[in-house]
């Protein structure tokens, strides 16, 4: 897989230094027989499901998977809780696939994510997806005005530093205010 095939854009990982190199993440890699047994498995959805309690972590294991060229969003048919979460590389850009349905709880909080556009078949966001993503400049929706106000949106679903830079919704057929 090319990197401009990747649904996110974020600065690589320098995996061959080990200063660089996530301590939380390496302590699964080597430690928990489990995690590593889904990692080789490429099962995204139970490894996701399985660290989801560390934030930390699943924001690690995706920048991992992204520098190692692997796009787990287009696996699945979600993004998981805390998918970027604990990721300061600015700038992130993402293009959720169109096979992903939903946004869990937290899934960009706590990231340096710039700019996203989301299929027009998205059906629900979670609370906190977006919460203190201060960087958040542009959320693209390749849907149109009508398709937006049918996504469900739990209160609270961007909050935080996000509101102040994005104030709109670009659709296919025009701009929806928050």
Not at 118 to 139: E, G, K, M, V, W
Request: glycine share 2%; net charge neutral; hydrophobic share 35%.
């Amino acid at each position: 897989m090319n990197e401009s095939d990747l649904s996110v854009k974020i600065p690589k990982l320098e995996i061959n230094n080990p200063d660089d190199f996530p301590s939380q993440l390496m302590s699964y890699i080597k430690n928990d027989p489990t995690f590593r047994e889904l990692l080789d498995s490429n099962n995204y959805k139970e490894l996701y499901s399985y660290i989801s309690k560390s934030s930390t972590v699943t924001g690690q294991l995706t920048h991992l998977l992204y520098s190692l060229g692997f796009d787990p969003l287009k696996e699945l048919t979600f993004v998981p809780r805390n998918f970027l979460s604990s990721q300061h590389y600015p700038p992130i850009y993402v293009t959720i696939p169109d096979n992903i349905e939903y946004l869990d709880v937290n899934s960009f909080a706590i990231s340096d994510l710039t700019t996203i556009s989301l299929p027009a078949n998205l059906r629900y966001i979670d609370r906190f997806a977006f919460y203190y993503t201060p960087h958040l400049q542009s959320i693209e929706f390749r849907g149109t005005k009508e398709q937006w106000k049918k996504v469900r949106k739990i209160p609270d679903w961007i909050s935080g530093a996000s509101i102040k830079n994005v104030e709109k919704i670009i659709c296919k057929d025009g701009k929806v205010k928050l």
